[in-house]
C-alpha cells in the first residue's frame, strides 16, 4: 500500500482511540487493587507472630518498604513504557529502590556472616519461589491486562517491568507472614526469584505485547 493511499485508509475507516490515563493513574489504581487482594491473603494465612517486634528494626522496614517502592515505581515505568513520546529514563524509575533493597538484604549477609561465620549455610527452600509465583498471579494479569491497552513500542522493558511490580509486591507480602529472616536465604530464594520471574517476563515480551495489524479492505485504491 502507498503512502496516499493509506491516508486515504486511514481518513476513511480510522475509529476515535480514546486517551489513556496518565499513568501514574494507572499505576495508582494498579497498586491499590493488587494490595487490596494481598492484603486479604496475608490476613487469610495469617500474619507471623513477631510481626509486632521486625517492624521495630529498621532494617526490615527498609527491606519491605523498598520491595514495596519498587512494586509501585516498576508498575508506573510500565505504564510510562506504552506511551509514546515519554522519555526513555522513566523505565529505569523502579532500580533505585531495587538496589536499595538490594543493599539492605546484602547488609544483612554480611552482619549475619560477622555474627556466625561460614556455619550459616544456605538451605534449599524453593517454597519462597512457588509462594511469590502464586501471589503474584493476580496482580500480573491485572497488570498485562491493563498495559495491553497501551502501545507495543517496547514491549520487553514493558512485560519485564509489569512483572517486576507484581512480583516484588508478592515478595513484600511473603515477609509479613513467613517468618524467614536469614539474609542470605532472603537474597537467594526471595530476591533471586522475583528478579528470575521479571527476567522471564522482559524475554517473553515480543510474544505477549504485538502489534495489531488490519489488512486494507479488497477493492481499495
Known amino acids: 500500500m502507498e503512502t496516499e493511499q493509506l491516508i486515504r485508509s486511514l481518513a476513511r475507516d480510522a475509529e476515535p482511540v480514546e486517551r489513556l490515563p496518565h499513568p501514574a493513574w494507572r499505576a495508582i489504581t494498579w497498586a491499590l487493587l493488587s494490595a487490596t487482594y494481598i492484603a486479604l491473603v496475608v490476613a487469610a494465612v495469617g500474619v507471623r507472630p513477631d510481626i509486632t517486634e521486625r517492624l521495630q528494626d529498621p532494617r526490615f522496614v527498609i527491606e519491605v518498604g523498598a520491595a514495596l517502592l519498587t512494586s509501585v515505581m516498576a508498575a508506573a515505568a510500565a505504564f510510562c513504557a506504552g506511551c509514546p513520546g515519554r522519555p526513555l529514563w522513566e523505565r529505569f ?3 533505585p529502590f531495587l538496589i536499595i533493597w538490594l543493599a539492605s538484604l546484602g547488609e ?3 552482619r549475619q556472616w560477622v555474627q556466625i561465620g561460614p556455619d550459616g549455610r544456605l538451605q534449599f527452600d524453593l517454597m519462597c519461589f512457588g509462594t511469590i509465583f502464586a501471589l503474584s498471579l493476580l496482580p500480573a494479569v491485572l497488570i498485562f491486562v491493563m498495559i495491553r491497552r497501551g502501545a507495543p513500542i517496547a514491549p520487553m522493558s514493558t512485560t519485564g517491568l509489569a512483572t517486576l511490580a507484581a512480583t ?3 515478595a513484600a507480602a511473603l515477609r509479613l507472614f513467613h517468618p524467614q529472616d536469614v539474609s542470605l536465604m ?24 504485538q502489534w495489531t495489524l488490519t489488512e486494507p479492505r479488497s477493492g481499495d485504491g
Open 93 to 95: 524509575a523502579p532500580f
Open 108 to 110: 544483612g549477609c554480611w
Open 168 to 170: 516484588a509486591l508478592a
Open 186 to 209: 532472603l537474597l537467594v530464594w526471595q530476591f533471586g526469584s522475583v528478579i528470575l520471574l521479571a527476567g522471564a517476563g522482559f524475554l517473553l515480551g515480543h510474544r505477549m505485547l
